[in-house]
């Protein structure tokens, strides 16, 4: 476990994102939510995105965190992976941690990325003792670099090693307790990979170990079919949340208590009023989930 630097502790980067819906931020809607405001928990922004330096994004982003709380995502660091981090990328990463101070970051439990070929996707990992150590070193060597502790979130999956002896709900919850990070938890992808594997996403939301969560995502998802015809899930991202997930959510935030969720919305794009209505949902059923009096 790292030692979190005192002077982290009173700085903007230490604060806590509200127990609120948020959106994550696309350019298309950035003058809408300039112009008319917007009354929204959070924004979240994709770290890769923002690692140039300057120009139009930088901008845009410099405006919006003025006005709101900030949570950076990022997608690139193969935590999972078995080589060694990209030490270029992690600089890169704390000089943007360091100009937008954000509430929260977060990374996956995943990996993409095998020496020098970076691969568009997020790839599932074996849940092993041997994967388990490499991740919690991968953990502990990303709070060193930036100087915070970090989220890890669950991933949707598609298909199980034969090989892993850990259930994931255990993995993360080890992950957590040898390092010191906290969980993101993916609602939908609970969804998605339960389907997928024909398990209970309820019982697996059981036995998550939610005192960990830092911030709960929610997206759409497809439903297609794989070589068998059977059912296969798909984590999209380009729709509205689906009932089912919306329940799954309740579920989650009764045993919980109330936390940070993100509407994620990256494909098919809706306008700005149609995203803010889905958070606001989000928020609906946040506080009917919660016992009266509470947040």
């Not at 979240?44 to 300057?54: I, K, L």
């Not at 092993?128 to 502990?140: F, Q």
């Not at 930036?146 to 199980?160: F, H, I, K, Q, W």
């Not at 959510?249 to 045993?255: G, K, S």
Request: with cysteine.
């Amino acid at each position: 476990m790292i030692p979190i630097p005192d002077r982290l502790s009173t700085s903007r980067a230490r604060r806590r994102l509200p127990n609120r819906a948020g959106a994550g931020l696309k350019p298309e809607h950035v003058d809408d939510i300039l112009r008319d405001g917007a009354d929204i928990g959070f924004f979240e922004v994709h770290a890769e995105n923002y690692m140039g330096e300057g120009g139009l994004p930088h901008a845009q982003l410099a405006a919006i965190r003025d006005r709101y709380p900030l949570s950076l995502h990022g997608v690139g660091l193969s935590i999972g992976g078995a080589g060694r981090l990209n030490r270029e990328h992690l600089r890169r990463l704390r000089r943007l941690i360091d100009r937008y101070q954000p509430e929260m970051f977060s990374e996956h439990l995943a990996w993409s990325s095998h020496g020098e070929v970076f691969l568009n996707d997020l790839l599932p990992l074996p849940y092993t003792p041997r994967t388990l150590k490499r991740v919690a070193d991968h953990v502990d060597e990303v709070q060193e670099a930036l100087g915070r502790p970090m989220l890890l979130e669950n991933p949707a999956t598609y298909l199980v090693f034969e090989e892993s002896e850990i259930a994931e709900t255990e993995f993360l919850r080890e992950t957590a307790e040898r390092t010191g990070c906290g969980l993101l938890l993916d609602v939908s992808n609970v969804f998605i990979s339960a389907a997928n594997h024909d398990t209970l996403p309820e019982d697996y939301i059981d036995r998550f170990p939610l005192e960990r969560v830092g911030e709960i995502h929610l997206a759409g998802h497809d439903v297609s079919t794989d070589g068998a015809g059977r059912p296969l899930l798909l984590d999209t991202h380009d729709r509205p949340v689906a009932d089912a997930v919306w329940q799954l959510y309740a579920r989650a935030i009764r045993r919980a208590g109330a936390r940070p969720t993100l509407i994620e919305w990256d494909a098919d794009l809706p306008s700005w009023p149609v995203l803010a209505e889905e958070a606001e949902l989000a928020d609906a059923v946040m506080f009917a989930a919660l016992p009266a009096g509470t947040l």
